[in-house]
């Protein structure tokens, strides 16, 4: 998701004003991607938003219907779905911006968007990261009191605010200098920063905190939970660790190109890639990089909540309830006691819930 990438940043503004220093670069040389830009991305974000809000609204559906209390996996659940769903909101202002190349709504969306796309982009990443330390948490410490203190209710809602209160800390920057400005006679929505320094900082940003410390906590944690489970004797296991693999691999596939054209972008920030090519170049490559990375929120439905059996047999279950008539002769495995409770009796019991508890 990259918001240096968006319209609401200086892309846009570039197609209008697109001269360099020395006069090489003029708009004739951006319209391919300006064509390209037309076409694509409205496609891939009204794609991304369809297929990421049914996902997302099924996810908060079932928990909210279900699942009360929440456990902390639960919890964590139910706030990616929320930030993906923020995110997702955002797209079909970002379509339009596309399509038209200028900004068609009021002055005030723009900051509002803006809000929605850095709030669900910046919250995903940080409740994908806690639900990997909790699980840590369960499989790792089982024994420790620290299970019980992190896992209570309290804990895990003081923690999910914790997690909303730092999203926004570190996007208000981006929220304060959106605007909407005139180029060229056309209402373009971006952040015009008081400096290259911000512009800067907030490249690396995004590859620090939406990437290297992700990828950190799910090579570290994970690569302590999987000698874990291979020491079961579990049928789950192997399962479970297969899900492990698939969440690193997929987070990695997805956002490792987007991160390596925003460091480049950095490098054009610093001056070291300053040529017109590389200015053009990246240009259409973040839109490439951008749309896998978007799809992500898409998976997440899939690899945190419908690989478990126990979420599955909660949506045939509303689905049941919903569709009478199409859905009634599916047999839903009728599971509806309480939630795990924290403190398990024995580390094997626990791993063979793993699956479940794993939200996968």
Known sequence: MNYSSMPTKDNYADYYDLSTDDGRFQASDNSNVRNFSQVFLPTVYSIVFIVGFIGNGLVLCVLAKYHKPFNMSD????NLAISDLF???SLPFWADYAANLKWTFPDFMCRAVTALYMLGFYGSIFFMILMTVDRYVVIVHTYTSLISKFRSVGAS???ALFVWTLSLGVSLPNIIFSN?????NVSVCM???PGNVWKSFHYTELNILGFIIPLSVMLFCYSRIIPILMTMNSQKKHKAVRLMVV???VFFLFWTPYNIVIFLKLLQELKYLSSPQWYQDLHMAIQWVESIAFCHCCLNPIIYAFVGQKFRNLFRKILKEWFPLCFGHCTTAENESSERTTSMYSRASMILSTETKLKM
């Open 247 to 249: 969440i690193v691999t």
């Open 75 to 78: 919890l964590c659940l139910f």
């Open 157 to 159: 809602i003081a923690l």
């Open 191 to 193: 952040v015009a920063y």
């Open 180 to 184: 909407v400005t005139n180029v060229s």
């Open 87 to 89: 995110f997702l909101i």
